[in-house]
């Protein structure tokens, strides 16, 4: 049976920590600002610990 092969799409999107918890970017930041108040773009800055009922599906297609 053929290796499994990473997704290379999700590789971009999230990275694994040095402890093994996967973090991203936070979604809402891409598009129609106008409509958003300041306070609530500059919360949705940096990366956070994805949620935990996404954990198994990520790693799953990560290959890990």
Same mark, same amino acid.
């Given at each position: 049976?053929?290796?499994?092969?990473?997704?290379?799409?999700?590789? !971009? +999107?999230?990275?694994?920590?040095?402890?093994?918890?996967?973090?991203?970017?936070?979604?809402? !930041?891409?598009?129609?600002?106008?409509?958003?108040?300041?306070? +609530?773009?500059? +919360?949705?800055?940096?990366?956070?610990?994805?949620?935990?009922?996404?954990? !198994?599906?990520?790693?799953?297609?990560?290959?890990?």
């Amino acid at each position: 049976m053929p290796k499994m092969k990473s997704h290379t799409g999700m590789g !971009k +999107r999230v990275k694994v920590t040095g402890r093994g918890k996967i973090v991203a970017e936070q979604a809402g !930041k891409r598009h129609l600002l106008e409509g958003k108040a300041s306070t +609530r773009t500059r +919360r949705l800055t940096g990366t956070v610990e994805v949620a935990k009922a996404d954990v !198994k599906r990520i790693k799953k297609l990560l290959g890990r």
